[in-house]
């Protein structure tokens, strides 16, 4: 599997990188990242707790942050299933809205 990563705190640029990727070539993608906590909802797949240590159990969290009292993390299948249609995954960042490969 190919992947960019860009991994960061909120307004670093990430969303510009990202859509410039996107600009340059339709096969980058962006993923959804999982969110557990309150707050912001646009560019989150809000998950339970129990839902989030089950993804954990799996193997399936490839990344997982705590910040601003929420878990965000990427679900593994959100990177693979992309690669199998044959694109790039682009993945959001697990502090900020959007990135390439986080």
């Known amino acids: 599997m190919s992947a960019i990563v860009l991994y960061g705190p909120p307004a670093a ?4 990188v990202t859509a410039a990727l996107r600009s340059a070539d339709q096969r980058f993608e962006p993923v959804t990242k999982l969110k557990h906590g309150p707050g ?9 707790a129990e839902e989030l240590e089950g ?3 799996q193997g399936r969290i490839v990344v997982e942050t705590r910040r601003y009292g929420n878990v965000y993390a990427v679900d593994g299948l959100s990177l693979t299933e992309p690669q199998r249609r ?4 682009s993945p959001t960042s697990a ?4 990135c390439a490969y986080c």
């Open 95 to 98: 502090t900020s809205r959007t």
């Open 55 to 57: 993804l954990r159990r």
């Open 13 to 16: 640029g990430m969303d510009t």
């Open 40 to 48: 912001r909802s646009a560019g989150y797949r809000f998950v339970t």
């Open 86 to 89: 044959g694109g790039f995954r």
